[in-house]
C-alpha cells in the first residue's frame, strides 16, 4: 500500500526544506515553482484536475506557512521582539497615528 497524494505532496515540502531552518529561506519560491510546474491549476485542465491540483496547492501553501512558522516566529529571541515593538511605536508616533 502506497502513500496517499496528500502525504506525497507533504513530502516534496519537506524534500525542499530538508528539515533544516536553513532552507526556509526561498521556500515559498521553492514551492512556488513546484505548484506552477507539477500542480498548475490554469486552464486547459479538467474542472476536476483544477480543483485536484487546487488542493494539493493549498497543502503546499500550509506547509509552508507551518515551516515558516517554526523557522521564523517561533525562534525569535524576545529581545527582537521588544526592539521590534518599540521601532513599531516609534514610526506610529512620528506619523501621528
Do not use: F
Not at 507533504?10 to 526556509?24: A, F, H, I, S
Not at 529561506?25 to 485542465?45: F, H, I, R, S, V
Not at 476536476?48 to 512558522?69: F, G, H, L, P, T
Amino acid at each position: 500500500m502506497g502513500i496517499n497524494k496528500q502525504d506525497a505532496v507533504w513530502y516534496e515540502v519537506q524534500d525542499l526544506y530538508k528539515g533544516n531552518c536553513d532552507n526556509v529561506w526561498g521556500l515559498a519560491d521553492k514551492a512556488e515553482t513546484l505548484k506552477n510546474n507539477k500542480y498548475p491549476t490554469n486552464q486547459g485542465l479538467s474542472p476536476s484536475k483544477i480543483a485536484k491540483n487546487q488542493c494539493y496547492c493549498n497543502a503546499i501553501d500550509e506547509e509552508v506557512e507551518r515551516i515558516e512558522e517554526h523557522c521564523i516566529l517561533d525562534n525569535i529571541p524576545e529581545e527582537c521582539l521588544a526592539v521590534g515593538g518599540l521601532a513599531a511605536q516609534v514610526i506610529v508616533s512620528e506619523h501621528g497615528c
